[in-house]
């Protein structure tokens, strides 16, 4: 049945329905990634199981889940499945591939062709003119990836039952979770920018307030989960159990959807969800060495702690739209871009760049300014090619000749000193930090997407001010850094 239900979503995938798809946000989970999730349930030994699919696609999840029954993965006596689906066009073969187990399981199968948001909603708040869900015991889920605006009616619904968030998956996700019957199980496949990040944080805290977390599987490679649908994007597998208490974690890594690489770990807790971490940032460490930070006792500093802050580049530049100037004249003062920055050095003003090198300096723009001087900046957005999650780049104010303010376009974030420059020493000391390996591997922990927000910078951990000084001066001798000399000495300098 598995190998029916690949082929005929290679066939949609092929065909015009791959525009459909992609306005619907959804995307066939592949055969081996379907076994492997129905694989990751504990078996456990009641009698009934009640199972929700939403978002059932093709069905290769719930097809999945009925071949490990079949098999002897579970001891149910019988199954009742319950398939949402809102393509019309999906459901006969829907339908189709899930009535065939009838035949030889006690399987009751139904194909809901109503919205799940909407549905969901209504049977939680108990609507008298809806039909109420029963709770389930399982819950499988590849979910639609669809931003949900703020105004819309799904928003809306949301809100009713205590659910905020911004995107159709982690909405899926909660409304499944919220459905399940106490220790009932959860396993989803999902993006992993809900890890981190403040607009995820209400969804990050809604599944921690009412499930543990059990297991979590990073796929290692952005473009092979879903190939067949030319998604880029790093995907993750949680399993989640509602009402139970937190224990350690199982962290399981593989390269693509062969999983012929896996590895497996298990961590505490306080690793994955740090303590003292408001955000509620998920952290997915892949490997014991991706703690080197958490391990060291030279590396606790909060940003507060060395009196520096980090904030979002203040210029908005189609707000500013009139005062922009390609190139450098009388009354404008210079606009810097990611774009200006290159391995490390700041080429300004840069002549064939498409964005404008400068902006006019008046009552309407002066308060979007900062002092010239020394500053660490951080780009927002990494590009594909860009190995490292993090990009840092020195402000050397001696570029700008003798102009007294800088603008910082939107998509840097500056690291300042109450919204001034700093000692250079240490502006090149911190941009040598965080060009470090070990910050990088502890930001991929928590992050799986190349944004990088200054909410994410905040809750790094950092040297001392003296030691990034030291840092610092230290660099500042070198004409010529490799990424292997910057890890030796800074291993050195907090060892």
């Keep these: 049945m598995l190998l029916e239900v690949e082929q005929s979503s290679q066939l949609m995938s092929r065909s015009d329905g791959r525009k459909k798809k992609s306005q619907l946000g959804q995307f066939f989970t592949p055969v081996k990634i379907a076994e492997f999730m129905a694989g990751l349930f504990t078996k456990g030994s009641m ?26 993965g579970f001891d149910f006596k019988c199954v009742e499945i319950d398939a949402f689906e809102i393509d019309e066009d999906l459901h006969p073969h829907l339908s189709k591939i899930l009535k065939k187990y009838m035949e030889y399981l006690n399987v009751l199968p139904t194909v809901l062709k109503t919205d799940f948001i909407s549905t969901a909603v209504e049977s939680l708040n108990r609507n008298l003119f809806s039909e109420t ?59 992993r920018s809900f890890c981190n990040g403040p607009y995820y944080r209400p969804f990050r805290e809604y599944i921690l307030k009412h499930a543990a977390i059990r297991q979590m599987h990073l796929f290692a490679s952005r473009d092979k989960a879903f190939k067949e649908d030319a998604v880029l994007q790093e995907n993750l597998i949680i399993v989640l159990e509602r009402g139970a208490e ?28 740090l303590s003292d971490d408001s955000e509620c940032f998920i952290h997915v460490p892949t490997s014991p060495d991706y703690f080197g930070i958490d391990n060291s006792d030279s590396i606790r ?33 210079p606009l810097l871009y990611p774009a ?7 080429e300004w003003p840069k ?50 000749g003798d102009t007294k303010v800088l603008g910082f376009e939107n998509h840097l974030n500056v690291f300042h000193e109450n919204k001034s420059g700093l000692p250079q020493a240490l502006a090149i000391g911190l941009s040598l930090y965080l060009s470090t390996t070990v910050v990088d591997k502890n930001f991929r922990r928590f ?10 910078l905040k809750l790094i951990r950092y040297p001392s001010r003296e030691t990034l000084i030291e840092f610092g001066k230290w660099g500042m001798k070198r004409s010529q850094l490799t990424q292997e000399t910057i890890d030796e000495k800074f291993g050195i300098l907090t060892s």
């Design 301 to 333: 500093y909060t940003l507060e702690d060395i009196g520096l802050k980090v904030s979002t580049g203040p210029v908005v530049d189609f707000r500013l739209k009139e005062y922009l100037r390609d190139m450098p004249e009388p009354g404008c003062v």
């Design 351 to 400: 002549p064939d760049m498409k964005k404008p090198n400068a902006i006019q300096r008046n009552m309407d723009t002066e308060k979007w300014f900062y002092p010239n001087g020394f500053y660490c900046v951080v780009r927002r957005l990494s590009s594909k090619e860009e190995r490292r999650r993090i990009v840092a780049n020195l402000v050397d104010p001696t570029t700008f």
């Design 133 to 191: 869900l029963s709770k389930y015991t399982h819950a499988i889920l590849n979910p639609p990836y669809k931003k949900i605006n703020n105004n819309s009616l799904h928003r809306f619904a949301l809100r009713q039952v205590g659910i905020e968030t911004v995107n159709m998956y982690s909405a899926f996700v909660a409304l499944a979770l919220s459905l399940l019957e106490e220790h009932g199980q959860l396993v989803a496949i999902t993006p």
């Design 447 to 456: 992050s799986g997407h190349t944004q990088v927000n200054a909410t994410d």
């Design 340 to 346: 200006h920055f290159s391995s490390g050095t700041i």
């Design 246 to 273: 937190q224990g350690n974690v199982t962290v399981t890594t593989s390269a693509d959807e062969s999983f012929s690489d896996l590895k497996t770990y298990n961590y505490p807790f306080d690793s994955i969800v």
């Design 47 to 72: 009698d009934k199981c009640r199972l929700l699919d939403a978002g059932a696609g093709m069905g290769s999840l719930s097809v999945a889940f009925l071949e490990r029954w079949a098999s002897g």
